[in-house]
């Protein structure tokens, strides 16, 4: 069973702020590009017009796309559409793939913008059903994102951009249907780009917009064309009240010569943000909720900047990715942009966090004008060889085989190949070629495409049972080994290039039941074979195979004599059956790859072994392997890749990717290099003091709390443990290994199931009534809780066998609090917190569930116990953009929060 998440940074509804969506009002005038190089289509539109507001001429989306239905949203949303576009939609109800066909140059770089507003179309009310609601997108044969509308009011736009290179004149934008609710899209806008601009994207790495910022002062919630001649988006900055100041000028911003790799529009650079004087620093957290790829969360943050207060320009400040410096004292220079990026390098920064801090012999606080943040999109997936795909389509064109689902590339992603065609996918890096086609008994009337010969890597075509007409094309088929044409109305002469090959046994030739064979006598109208390629098949094929098994039965021997430990290679077991999974696929030749062919093991557990390992991009990380085990045999590894690849918070372990071989899985994920809790509080290591230990405690209560209150259905982890909270270089506490978590629905007070957990941490009521609930984990966490104070295992020898909870009653029960706390922390501890912490647990470990706490409030206590800490000035933005219908902007993605806030932290 598939569970679907929906987790936000927030229970509350998304607020509005209630604005209007202007889109542009400014008509200064710009240069670079013309908007008669756009490509704008409203999807489900029959008309060709002009926007009111942009001037943008927009073209109805028929002869873009085959199939699909066209709707208008529901009247009752009619009136308030802030444009025409949100009117329309193209929905499609049929197939697993559907796809645009938009035109392009190759090797053109462009910016892709797909819209979403659902309006009740259907009348089925299908955003607030409470059912999941989403499905995928590709851009080319490559995985984009997905576009989860679950619980989003039916009146929101949702936008989704993509940076990418055209790997050939035409682009396909296509639709993935998950089984969650039918695909549909409402816009597609087409954006031509500079060769120089965005030089990190080219045809291997894509970005997928992630946020687009202008800072100071602006009339418009939304800055798009002309302003921007591109005809980017960016969102204006929603604090201008204190501490905020917002800064202009009306002199010109320039930028070096030479300098093409974003051009911000000049207008929006005269704007910038800064603080008052009384603050050093701020930072901007851009909330990760469960409808990016979370495919890895890999980012790519440009900040522009320039001085633009010309009063005093002493102001220098360093800038983080989370607790990483990326650029150190950076001074703005005065009237000048300056883009700092990290050219090309992807950033892992799993709470999207960034910091401006400024530096001790700077006088003013951090200034910016300009933001943006991309996410990696992997363009692993090669295209079908470009003259491959050119032929394909005149056959479509040719025989109007609109009727099959031939949509998007023929070959690529693998998963989504054209029905009745076999494909070749080299080891190499070389396109897939087409090298058989299957199209018996289609109906197929008229004469014999000459583009079925073009094809130079088809090797088998059958054609058998249909209507075609006239003569064999003359043509020159090196490569073609089965032509089969029998029983069709061909009569017209067999071109001596055919006759040839056939002739030479490099042809298995079928024309039987054709009127072509009243006039001639051969093997091939006869339903004879030709057998001079059978009898050599027959004499070499069994001498071929005798040779093989012996030189595998050799290799045998010799792997199993002197590497027996070694791993068989599994690459030939891969499993081709894909798991609709947005996250990345690792092959085993990857794994062997990024492990250095398995050598340093880091952990062994009931899972497998654990591996460190290197990506390609130079993170470290765990892969824990499981030999001679398919998805079949395994029943942890679905429920945690399913899980770990919709929930992300800073406080739960990254899940990069995993491997699906039938002899083999595999999940990666970001290496903790600190280790686990546990090897940290019995392993000799006294660097924890007791706020450490708290801070540490803390992150995973915000874990549990965020799985428990935050997930759409709630997702219990059943095996809360030491051993399963890892730390990072930090001492940041996440927590890993799902596999034994389970989901249900607030419909549900608890779900019935096998109980499951380790010794000592297992819920007594659960293990009891196997009735399981939230409270399951505030039990589990608990005895976590106990262990953080005792450094303790949760059942020792004392001198009997004993139970933590039941030892600290014990302890405290004979003396004072004193003695339960942890030897190694000595006097290192305030008692009062002490005291909290340790109520805390015991109110946790409560036999009855009704009397423990919920994890928000264990969170809070956490808190509170923690000793004070100076405030931060903190910016909380959650998600992507969206639009509403009635025109109000709504910086969310999905039913994702966006607030702003002064924050306390750590």
């Given at each position: 069973?598939?569970?679907?998440?929906?987790?936000?940074?927030?229970?509350?509804?998304?607020?509005?702020?209630?604005?209007?969506f202007i889109l542009v009002v400014m008509k200064t005038p710009v240069h670079g590009q013309s908007t008669s190089e756009f490509v704008s289509i409203d999807c489900g539109n029959n008309s060709t017009y002009y926007d009111t507001i942009t001037e943008?001429?927009?073209?109805?989306?028929?002869?873009?796309?085959?199939?699909?239905?066209?709707?208008?949203?529901?009247?009752?949303?009619?009136?308030?559409?802030?444009?025409?576009?949100?009117?329309?939609?193209?929905?499609?109800?049929?197939?697993?793939?559907?796809?645009?066909?938009?035109?392009?140059?190759?090797?053109?770089?462009?910016?892709?913008?797909?819209?979403?507003?659902?309006?009740?179309?259907?009348?089925?009310?299908?955003?607030?059903?409470?059912?999941p609601f989403l499905f995928g997108l590709h851009i080319g044969v490559n995985f984009w994102e997905a576009v989860n509308l679950t619980s989003v009011d039916p009146t929101l736009t949702i936008w989704k951009e993509v940076i990418t290179v055209a790997?050939?004149?035409?682009?396909?934008?296509?639709?993935?249907?998950?089984?969650?609710?039918?695909?549909?899209?409402?816009?597609?806008?087409?954006?031509?780009?500079?060769?120089?601009?965005?030089?990190?994207?080219?045809?291997?790495?894509?970005?997928?917009?992630?946020?687009?910022?202008?800072?100071?002062?602006?009339?418009?919630?939304?800055?798009?064309?002309?302003?921007?001649?591109?005809?980017?988006?960016?969102?204006?900055?929603?604090?201008?009240?204190?501490?905020?100041?917002?800064?202009?000028?009306?002199?010109?911003?320039?930028?070096?010569?030479?300098?093409?790799?974003?051009?911000?529009?000049?207008?929006?650079?005269?704007?910038?943000?800064?603080?008052?004087?009384?603050?050093?620093?701020?930072?901007?957290?851009?909330?990760?909720?469960?409808?990016?790829?979370?495919?890895?969360?890999?980012?790519?943050?440009?900040?522009?900047?320039?001085?633009?207060?010309?009063?005093?320009?002493?102001?220098?400040?360093?800038?983080?990715?989370?607790?990483?410096?990326?650029?150190?004292?950076?001074?703005?220079?005065?009237?000048?942009?300056?883009?700092?990026?990290?050219?090309?390098?992807?950033?892992?920064?799993?709470?999207?966090?960034?910091?401006?801090?400024?530096?001790?012999?700077?006088?003013?606080?951090?200034?910016?004008?300009?933001?943006?943040?991309?996410?990696?999109?992997?363009?692993?997936?090669?295209?079908?060889?470009?003259?491959?795909?050119?032929?394909?389509?005149?056959?479509?064109?040719?025989?109007?085989?609109?009727?099959?689902?031939?949509?998007?590339?023929?070959?690529?992603?693998?998963?989504?190949?054209?029905?009745?065609?076999?494909?070749?996918?080299?080891?190499?890096?070389?396109?897939?070629?087409?090298?058989?086609?299957?199209?018996?008994?289609?109906?197929?009337?008229?004469?014999?495409?000459?583009?079925?010969?073009?094809?130079?890597?088809?090797?088998?075509?059958?054609?058998?049972?249909?209507?075609?007409?006239?003569?064999?094309?003359?043509?020159?088929?090196?490569?073609?080994?089965?032509?089969?044409?029998?029983?069709?109305?061909?009569?017209?002469?067999?071109?001596?290039?055919?006759?040839?090959?056939?002739?030479?046994?490099?042809?298995?030739?079928?024309?039987?039941?054709?009127?072509?064979?009243?006039?001639?006598?051969?093997?091939?109208?006869?339903?004879?074979?030709?057998?001079?390629?059978?009898?050599?098949?027959?004499?070499?094929?069994?001498?071929?195979?005798?040779?093989?098994?012996?030189?595998?039965?050799?290799?045998?021997?010799?792997?199993?004599?002197?590497?027996?430990?070694?791993?068989?290679?599994?690459?030939?077991?891969?499993?081709?059956?894909?798991?609709?999974?947005?996250?990345?696929?690792?092959?085993?030749?990857?794994?062997?790859?990024?492990?250095?062919?398995?050598?340093?093991?880091?952990?062994?557990?009931?899972?497998?072994?654990?591996?460190?390992?290197?990506?390609?991009?130079?993170?470290?990380?765990?892969?824990?392997?499981?030999?001679?085990?398919?998805?079949?045999?395994?029943?942890?590894?679905?429920?945690?890749?399913?899980?770990?690849?919709?929930?992300?918070?800073?406080?739960?372990?990254?899940?990069?990717?995993?491997?699906?071989?039938?002899?083999?899985?595999?999940?990666?994920?970001?290496?903790?290099?600190?280790?686990?809790?546990?090897?940290?509080?019995?392993?000799?290591?006294?660097?924890?003091?007791?706020?450490?230990?708290?801070?540490?405690?803390?992150?995973?209560?915000?874990?549990?709390?965020?799985?428990?209150?935050?997930?759409?259905?709630?997702?219990?982890?059943?095996?809360?443990?030491?051993?399963?909270?890892?730390?990072?270089?930090?001492?940041?506490?996440?927590?890993?290994?799902?596999?034994?978590?389970?989901?249900?629905?607030?419909?549900?007070?608890?779900?019935?199931?096998?109980?499951?957990?380790?010794?000592?941490?297992?819920?007594?009521?659960?293990?009891?009534?196997?009735?399981?609930?939230?409270?399951?984990?505030?039990?589990?966490?608990?005895?976590?809780?106990?262990?953080?104070?005792?450094?303790?295992?949760?059942?020792?020898?004392?001198?009997?066998?004993?139970?933590?909870?039941?030892?600290?009653?014990?302890?405290?029960?004979?003396?004072?609090?004193?003695?339960?706390?942890?030897?190694?922390?000595?006097?290192?501890?305030?008692?009062?917190?002490?005291?909290?912490?340790?109520?805390?647990?015991?109110?946790?470990?409560?036999?009855?569930?009704?009397?423990?706490?919920?994890?928000?409030?264990?969170?809070?206590?956490?808190?509170?116990?923690?000793?004070?800490?100076?405030?931060?000035?903190?910016?909380?933005?959650?998600?992507?953009?969206?639009?509403?219908?009635?025109?109000?902007?709504?910086?969310?993605?999905?039913?994702?929060?966006?607030?702003?806030?002064?924050?306390?932290?750590?």
């Amino acid at each position: 069973m598939v569970i679907s998440f929906s987790c936000s940074a927030s229970r509350r509804p998304t607020r509005s702020l209630a604005l209007l969506f202007i889109l542009v009002v400014m008509k200064t005038p710009v240069h670079g590009q013309s908007t008669s190089e756009f490509v704008s289509i409203d999807c489900g539109n029959n008309s060709t017009y002009y926007d009111t507001i942009t001037e943008i001429q927009y073209d109805s989306d028929s002869g873009f796309a085959e199939g699909g239905l066209s709707h208008k949203i529901s009247a009752e949303f009619m009136a308030g559409a802030g444009n025409e576009q949100q009117k329309t939609l193209r929905s499609f109800p049929d197939g697993p793939r559907n796809c645009y066909t938009l035109p392009s140059t190759i090797g053109k770089k462009f910016l892709l913008r797909a819209m979403f507003t659902y309006g009740n179309y259907d009348g089925l009310n299908r955003t607030m059903d409470g059912s999941p609601f989403l499905f995928g997108l590709h851009i080319g044969v490559n995985f984009w994102e997905a576009v989860n509308l679950t619980s989003v009011d039916p009146t929101l736009t949702i936008w989704k951009e993509v940076i990418t290179v055209a790997p050939a004149n035409l682009v396909f934008v296509c639709l993935i249907n998950f089984g969650t609710g039918i695909p549909f899209v409402s816009a597609l806008e087409l954006r031509p780009l500079e060769d120089l601009m965005y030089p990190f994207v080219n045809t291997s790495v894509s970005v997928s917009y992630f946020r687009r910022i202008r800072f100071g002062q602006a009339t418009e919630i939304i800055t798009r064309y002309p302003t921007d001649s591109y005809d980017r988006f960016w969102e204006s900055w929603p604090q201008n009240s204190y501490p905020w100041i917002s800064v202009n000028t009306s002199g010109r911003v320039r930028r070096l010569p030479g300098n093409h790799a974003f051009q911000v529009p000049e207008g929006i650079l005269q704007q910038a943000t800064t603080l008052d004087t009384n603050y050093s620093y701020f930072e901007i957290k851009m909330g990760v909720g469960p409808n990016l790829d979370p495919k890895n969360l890999q980012l790519l943050p440009i900040f522009h900047f320039a001085e633009i207060n010309l009063s005093n320009q002493n102001r220098r400040f360093n800038i983080y990715s989370d607790n990483d410096l990326l650029f150190r004292d950076f001074a703005p220079s005065r009237l000048r942009v300056d883009s700092m990026y990290g050219n090309g390098r992807f950033l892992h920064n799993p709470t999207a966090t960034f910091l401006l801090n400024k530096t001790r012999r700077s006088r003013l606080p951090p200034l910016i004008n300009a933001f943006e943040l991309y996410t990696l999109v992997r363009m692993d997936n090669l295209t079908t060889d470009s003259n491959d795909v050119h032929y394909m389509k005149e056959v479509k064109k040719r025989y109007n085989l609109a009727r099959k689902n031939w949509n998007g590339d023929p070959c690529s992603p693998r998963e989504y190949s054209w029905e009745d065609l076999t494909c070749d996918y080299p080891k190499s890096n070389q396109n897939p070629r087409i090298v058989a086609i299957d199209l018996s008994a289609n109906g197929l009337k008229g004469g014999l495409a000459i583009s079925f010969m073009n094809i130079s890597s088809l090797e088998n075509l059958d054609l058998s049972h249909n209507n075609l007409t006239g003569a064999i094309p003359d043509y020159q088929i090196n490569s073609l080994k089965v032509l089969n044409l029998s029983n069709n109305q061909l009569d017209g002469p067999i071109p001596d290039s055919i006759l040839q090959r056939f002739q030479d046994g490099l042809l298995e030739l079928r024309l039987q039941g054709n009127p072509i064979c009243s006039k001639v006598n051969d093997t091939y109208c006869s339903n004879k074979k030709n057998t001079t390629p059978t009898v050599l098949i027959a004499v070499i094929v069994p001498v071929v195979l005798v040779s093989l098994l012996v030189v595998m039965c050799i290799l045998w021997k010799l792997c199993w004599k002197g590497k027996s430990g070694d791993h068989e290679d599994y690459a030939m077991y891969e499993d081709e059956t894909p798991l609709h999974i947005d996250i990345r696929r690792f092959t085993y030749a990857e794994l062997k790859l990024i492990t250095s062919n398995f050598q340093s093991i880091i952990g062994k557990g009931g899972f497998g072994i654990v591996y460190h390992g290197t990506l390609e991009y130079g993170d470290e990380v765990a892969v824990k392997v499981l030999m001679e085990t398919s998805i079949a045999d395994s029943t942890d590894f679905l429920p945690e890749v399913q899980t770990l690849s919709k929930v992300h918070h800073k406080n739960l372990v990254t899940l990069q990717g995993y491997c699906q071989n039938k002899k083999c899985l595999a999940l990666v994920y970001d290496f903790m290099p600190r280790g686990n809790l546990q090897q940290l509080l019995r392993g000799g290591d006294n660097s924890l003091n007791w706020e450490q230990r708290l801070h540490i405690a803390l992150d995973a209560a915000q874990g549990l709390e965020y799985l428990h209150e935050l997930c759409i259905p709630a997702i219990v982890h059943r095996d809360v443990k030491t051993p399963n909270i890892l730390l990072d270089k930090n001492l940041v506490g996440v927590i890993s290994d799902f596999g034994l978590s389970r989901a249900f629905s607030d419909a549900h007070t608890h779900i019935s199931t096998v109980a499951a957990g380790t010794l000592g941490y297992l819920d007594p009521e659960y293990h009891a009534t196997f009735q399981l609930t939230v409270k399951t984990d505030v039990y589990s966490f608990g005895i976590v809780l106990l262990e953080i104070i005792t450094g303790q295992p949760p059942v020792f020898m004392d001198p009997q066998t004993v139970h933590l909870p039941n030892w600290v009653r014990q302890k405290i029960a004979s003396g004072s609090i004193d003695n339960v706390v942890d030897k190694r922390l000595l006097d290192g501890y305030d008692v009062s917190s002490l005291q909290s912490v340790v109520d805390l647990a015991m109110n946790c470990v409560e036999n009855a569930a009704i009397e423990r706490p919920t994890m928000t409030e264990v969170v809070s206590r956490l808190k509170m116990c923690l000793p004070a800490v100076p405030r931060l000035l903190q910016l909380t933005i959650s998600g992507v953009p969206t639009i509403s219908n009635e025109g109000n902007f709504h910086s969310d993605h999905a039913g994702r929060m966006s607030e702003t806030s002064l924050l306390s932290g750590r």
